[in-house]
């Protein structure tokens, strides 16, 4: 799975320059896939010194994962958020869901998604119909504000 900086575009951005701190919305989308799936999660961690959320992530697929739970907190300025089916698998790759931002600071700041590897109980990954994970990927993006007024110091 990739982080799109900016998901209005029909490629995987890994870059965005942001001016100001009104909101802005990056996606997440599944690029590769080992097998037909039956949903999907992701684990999002983003710079805390200069990017927060702001609002709750919206399923995007267009396909019938339908099942989703809420955007919710898995540690410092990290989040969760996923969708299932109860019967369909689907072999989908585009853009799976939506998160809003916002700019705190102004500098360059990461947002990278935690894999199953570095949290086996919510990592990044989809799930088979046995609720087996599938080989995919994570890639990793940054966000460049400015304007927001104050410098921010991006965390290592």
Not at 66 to 82: Q, W
Request: hydrophobic fraction near 40%; proline fraction near 7%; charged fraction near 10%.
């Amino acid at each position: 799975m990739a982080i799109d900086t900016d998901p209005s575009t029909a490629s995987v951005d890994a870059t965005r320059d942001v001016s100001g701190t009104a909101p802005f919305s990056i996606g997440v989308d599944v690029t590769r896939i080992g097998g037909p799936y039956r949903g999907y999660q992701w684990e999002l961690q983003i710079d805390g010194a200069g990017l927060e959320p702001a609002g709750t992530a919206v399923n995007a697929i267009p396909v019938t994962l339908s099942l989703c739970s809420d955007t919710y907190p898995l540690g410092a300025a990290t989040f969760g958020f996923g969708c299932a089916s109860p019967s369909t698998d689907t072999s989908f790759t585009g853009l799976l869901s939506t998160i809003p931002l916002k700019c705190l600071a102004d500098g360059n700041f990461e947002i990278r998604l935690i894999d199953i590897a570095q949290d086996p109980n919510f990592g990044t990954t989809v799930l088979s119909g046995a609720a087996v994970n599938l080989a995919t990927h994570t890639v990793a993006a940054s966000i460049n504000c400015t304007g927001a007024g104050v410098t921010g110091t991006p965390t290592p």
